[in-house]
């Protein structure tokens, strides 16, 4: 993999999500809808999980819907942020304990690439826009593999390198510094599925266009969601009025009817766990299915 991007201050991620609790869901438009469309994929594919593991919950919206698709399955929502964690509680039932004991849905904060799970002790991972946010996403999809049990689904979505294309060209000419995140792109993360031993791999992008009024409107937005610039290599200090300015001067030749807009590339993929092929002694395990009637 090549231009590998910005390492990512994990303090400031849990930092910036923390304070976009409240906000994030008015926000997050685009993220809902992903989660919508990551849903709609499951229609085509069996699997009945007995545990699922959301890796990224955020504010749990993914989580009533897998609710309603695996009523018999237990849910872990993970995430990096607390306050995130205890908004998805709110979402799927209250008082919290209540939703512990008839629905079976269980929390638990932490970083994605060191998941604090038993391997293969869950049998689905379900990630919507998380992983954009890992500093090697090779390690993360090493993490979804170990914890999966044999015959596991890892089902995901992420944004791809378009993704605020305008936003940073706009940066670009103002100074050097990062200002947006680099985005790792889909035939990579094909790659990596591979070399960690994913199985039957499948992958498409999706891009969306969202508009706004101004630029102010969209750092607004990326703000009330939590996506700040976390990068170590961002510039120092809070930017300036002229740096600003410059950047929505730059921005300004893309307005089109009025709006400015937005693209972001999302990339959808799901893989499985392949069964072993080997007993532990060594032994060749045969598959030996019913023959047709």
């Known amino acids: 993999m090549q231009n590998k991007p910005p390492q990512f201050d994990k303090r400031l991620i849990r930092r910036s999500f923390e304070r976009a609790a409240a906000s994030y869901d008015a926000a997050a438009v685009l993220q809902h809808e992903v989660c919508k469309r990551m849903n709609e994929r499951l229609d085509l594919i069996k699997h009945q999980p007995a545990t699922l593991l959301d890796a ?34 709110e979402r799927i039932a209250a008082p919290w304990w209540k939703s512990v004991l008839k629905q079976k849905v269980g929390a638990i904060c932490g970083d994605i690439e060191q998941l604090p799970l038993a391997s293969g002790s869950v049998d689905m991972v379900w990630s919507s826009l998380a992983l954009q946010w890992m500093n090697d996403p090779d390690k993360a999809f090493g993490e979804f593999h170990r914890v999966l049990a044999p015959g596991g689904l890892l089902m995901f979505s992420t944004f791809g390198p378009d993704t605020l294309k305008e936003l940073r060209t706009a940066f670009a000419s103002v100074d050097q510094h990062t200002h947006v995140s680099r985005f790792i792109d889909l035939h990579d993360i ?104």
């Open 190 to 293: 094909g790659d990596i599925l591979v070399k960690r031993g994913f199985a039957d791999p499948v992958m498409d992008m999706e891009p969306f266009t969202l508009t706004y009024s101004d630029v102010r409107a969209l750092m607004h937005d990326l703000k009330a969601i939590g996506a700040h610039n976390v990068t170590h290599d961002r510039p120092p200090g809070l930017t300036g009025r002229a740096r600003l300015a410059a950047v929505m001067a730059a921005y300004e030749p893309l307005r089109r009817d009025g709006k400015l807009p937005a693209t972001f590339e999302v990339v959808y993929g799901h893989a499985w766990k392949p069964l072993p092929r080997v007993t532990a002694s060594g032994k060749k395990i045969i598959d030996i299915k019913p023959a047709a009637t």
């Open 56 to 89: 990224g919950s955020g504010t749990g919206n993914a989580l009533p819907a897998l609710r309603a698709r695996y009523p018999q399955a237990r849910l872990v929502a993970f995430d990096l942020a607390f306050t995130m964690l205890q908004r998805g509680r």
